[in-house]
């Protein structure tokens, strides 16, 4: 469901806004391939930016993870709605998914509240962290009485359907990071 929703709406609005290049895999698609596709592009100069949702956001730092053992740098991390109820699966990840690897340059953590399916409900437990000091890491929270729900997090259209917070701080957020590297790829989970 998430992967037809990212199709429709995210991926969608990245494409349409000149970001061409973009790449959707899904959070069952394997680790190593994912990283070997990004090592690749790496490889050819483009700056990497891994964005995922819901259990995708989960994934994304997994990933994140093995271009880190293999010595590959990300300009951008972002993930969106990864907690809640999608840590039911403890053993498949191995791993704390808010702790940012070294590899990382900036990392966007975005979460609400108001998503059961997305979010802890302590809201500490939602925030992401660097390993290092030289890292950016932003920890956005929409509260509950803001009612974004886990789709208002990532729906771009019909675009009058965006939140005006989401739009202002998730969408632009992301658009405004992503234009600040100048990068001719994006690769998102």
């Not at 070997?36 to 989960?58: N, P, T």
């Not at 399916?117 to 939602?126: A, P, V």
Request: with cysteine.
């Amino acid at each position: 469901m998430a992967r037809r929703l990212m199709q429709r709406n995210l991926l969608r609005y990245l494409r349409s806004k000149g970001l061409s290049d973009v790449t959707m895999y899904g959070h069952l698609h394997s680790v190593d391939a994912i990283s070997d596709d990004l090592q690749a592009s790496r490889r050819e100069g483009r700056k990497l930016v891994i964005l995922g949702y819901s259990q995708g956001g989960f994934h994304a730092v997994k990933v994140a993870r093995e271009l880190e053992r293999r010595g590959v740098e990300i300009a951008l991390l972002v993930s969106i709605a990864a907690g809640g109820l999608g840590r039911v699966f403890p053993g498949r990840w191995g791993f704390d998914p808010r702790n940012v690897p070294t590899n990382v340059d900036v990392c966007l953590n975005f979460f609400s509240q108001g998503d059961l399916l997305g979010c802890d409900q302590s809201h500490q437990m939602n925030e992401a962290f660097g390993s290092s000091a030289t890292q950016r890491v932003e920890n956005h929270m929409f509260h509950a009485h803001e009612g974004v729900s886990h789709i208002d997090l990532v729906r771009c259209y019909p675009e009058e359907r965006i939140k005006p917070a989401v739009r202002t701080q998730v969408i632009e957020r992301i658009m405004t990071e992503i234009s600040g590297l100048n990068t001719s790829g994006v690769q998102h989970i």
